[in-house]
């Protein structure tokens, strides 16, 4: 074999390796990166989360502020909620439960359970949304044809 002839088996086996060295390399690398954005999206937390009272609210144009007696509070997991009273010297007595969704700015409650009797067992009720820091406020109107605007306050 001719010294040409070595030096180019010699330089194509090394470029051979080099390139299953860089293709490894970038195999490795999408790994790490999709087991990243893996993590980071179940590590990512729902905004809703948490336990939220409420703060008042707007129902057919008038104004209503929460009430000094007691608190009303909705707790938040993945995709369902529990709602509680709470009132100084009686028992924390939940009022309601369900799901919940959240779809660009909508947010979608299913009712499951009411303490009182009630329509909208099984039906979901559309509400538009909106953030702000600790903040949430839900519009809608409800199946009986009031028009809301309810204030949470995040607690939890």
């Known amino acids: 074999m001719s010294k040409f002839e070595r030096f180019w088996y010699e330089f194509y086996a ?3 390796h080099s390139i299953l060295f860089l293709m490894k390399k970038l195999l490795i690398s999408k790994s790490i990166f999709g ?3 893996i993590f ?5 937390s729902n905004p809703m989360k948490g336990t939220w009272q409420y703060d008042g609210g707007i129902y057919n144009d008038k104004q209503q502020n929460a009430s000094a007696d007691f608190k009303m509070n909705r707790t938040y997991s993945a995709d369902k909620y529990e709602a509680f009273i709470l009132e100084e010297g009686v028992k924390t007595e939940k009022y309601a439960s369900g799901r919940y969704e959240m779809k660009g700015d909508s947010f979608l409650v299913t009712s499951e359970y009411s303490l009182q009797p009630s329509q909208t067992i099984g039906k979901t009720i559309g509400y538009k949304y ?3 820091k600790n903040r949430l406020t839900l519009n809608g109107i409800l199946p009986n044809g009031m028009k809301v ?8």
């Open 35 to 37: 087991i990243f954005i």
């Open 130 to 132: 909106k953030l702000e």
């Open 14 to 16: 090394l470029s051979q």
């Open 40 to 44: 980071l999206v179940a590590c990512s």
């Open 149 to 156: 605007e309810e204030y949470w306050k995040k607690i939890k």
